[in-house]
Structures are given as structure tokens and as C-alpha cells.
């Protein structure tokens, strides 16, 4: 399959996170033309969403995945605490110009998560932060890849964030929280943390975003779940 990218900040080293994975878990780079933007990508057949397997049955493949994609890793990726603390400094100037869609107090609660888990994480290993129900895909080579990584080297519990407000896999406050127990459960990853880091990234992702509603909501049942 070619790929064309559109050169964006989270697409950034995208390449670098295939090649690393090296297909175990994830789609194989079989060439990459960096001039123009183009990977040649393995074709995952016969490429079903995992959201289609409903929630249950998603959680078990990503509970089974995401140590495999969870590789020590450092450059050429960004920080996840440099990218906390763009969004620490963007975030409110970006909030007070979409004409403040959202409470000063989910705003205020994602500020002081990004603040305070940034300078205290844990082993830095290779995040996907957009691995939500869309992006594995059933396939042939293994039954289920990673797609379209967005990729940021941080401590694990940032990896839950995108299948915790994953809208795909269910959007009420009892899927979301179910997800986040599950997971954390399953992984051993410590549930304030992932907590903390799914609202200041959902919060970060929401201005802008047409998942603006869910995204808010998310946050808004995770801030309430204290």
C-alpha cells in the first residue's frame, strides 16, 4: 500500500517507528521515498478494524500488543515531556481563541496533570498516541497490526490514553472507565498516572479537533472519577 503524508508534528518520525517495530506487531515499511513523503507499507487483508471486534474482544488484542510495541526507545522521537510542555504553553491561548468551548476547570485539571507527570515518569519506551479501535487492522501475517503510528517516547501509562477515550470501542462513562481499569489492570500500569495523561492529552487534542464533543466528555468523566 503507498502512503502519502502530509508533513504534521504528530506524524513526525513516523518512519523511524516502523522501522524500529520492524513489523512485529505493526505494519512493515518495505520503502520509504522521504522527498516526497511516501512509504510503501505491507497491505494488511483483509484489513477489518479492530473496533468491529467490539470492545471486549479489542481490549484483549491490545492488552496482548502493546508491550510488544512498547520498545526502550530515544532519539530521533520526541520527548513526551517536551510535547507536555507545548501543549502546557499552547493550550491556553488555544482554549481563550476557540471562545473557551469547554469549563476553565477541565482546562485547569489537564494543565496540572501534564505538570505534573511530565518531570516524573517512569522507562521511556515508544509510544502510538493515536492507537485507537481504527488504527490495527486484521491481517494476514499476524491477526491483528498497528497502523499509522504518531509516535513520542515516554513512560507507558501515556500509551492508554487514546484506547481510553477510543470513541469507536463504546462513549459513555462507564466504557471509558472500563477501559481504563481493564487496561491498567491487565498491564500493571498505574491508574492515576494514565488517568492524569489520557485528560491532558484529550483536553490537548479537543481544541480544533471534530472529536472536540467526545473529547471534552471523556475528560470530563475522567476528572469526575477521581
Known amino acids: ?31 520509504h521515498d522521504p522527498e516526497q513523503h511516501a512509504l510503501l507499507l505491507e497491505r494488511c487483508v483483509p484489513g477489518k478494524p479492530l473496533a468491529a471486534a467490539g470492545q471486549e474482544q479489542a481490549l484483549d488484542v491490545l492488552v496482548a500488543l502493546l508491550p510488544r510495541l ?7 522521537f520526541r520527548p513526551l515531556a517536551e510535547e507536555a510542555a507545548w501543549w502546557l504553553e499552547q493550550l491556553p491561548a488555544a482554549w481563550e481563541q476557540a471562545g473557551k468551548q469547554f469549563d476553565r476547570h477541565l482546562l485547569e485539571n489537564a494543565l496540572d496533570a501534564l505538570s505534573q507527570l511530565a518531570p516524573t515518569q517512569s522507562e521511556q519506551v515508544l509510544l502510538h498516541q493515536d492507537l485507537h479501535g481504527e488504527n490495527v487492522l486484521a491481517a494476514t501475517r499476524e491477526p491483528w497490526l498497528v497502523i499509522d503510528p ?15 477515550r477510543s470513541v469507536e470501542l463504546g462513549h459513555s462513562r462507564r466504557h471509558v472507565l472500563h477501559r481504563l481499569d481493564r487496561l491498567t489492570y491487565e498491564l500493571g500500569l498505574d491508574r492515576q498516572r494514565a488517568r492524569g495523561w489520557t485528560i491532558g492529552q484529550t483536553i490537548a487534542w479537543s481544541v ?17 472519577a477521581s
Open 70 to 76: 512498547w520498545k526502550p526507545a530515544a532519539a530521533p
Open 150 to 164: 504518531k509516535p513520542l517516547v515516554g513512560e507507558r501509562e501515556f500509551g492508554l490514553a487514546p484506547i481510553v
Open 1 to 31: 500500500m503507498l502512503k502519502i503524508q502530509t508533513p504534521h508534528r504528530e506524524s513526525e518520525h513516523e518512519v523511524a517507528a516502523l522501522e524500529l517495530w520492524d513489523g512485529n506487531g505493526a505494519v512493515r515499511l518495505l520503502a
Open 208 to 224: 480544533g479537533s471534530e472529536y472536540h464533543q467526545t473529547h471534552v466528555e471523556t475528560a470530563r468523566w475522567l476528572v469526575e
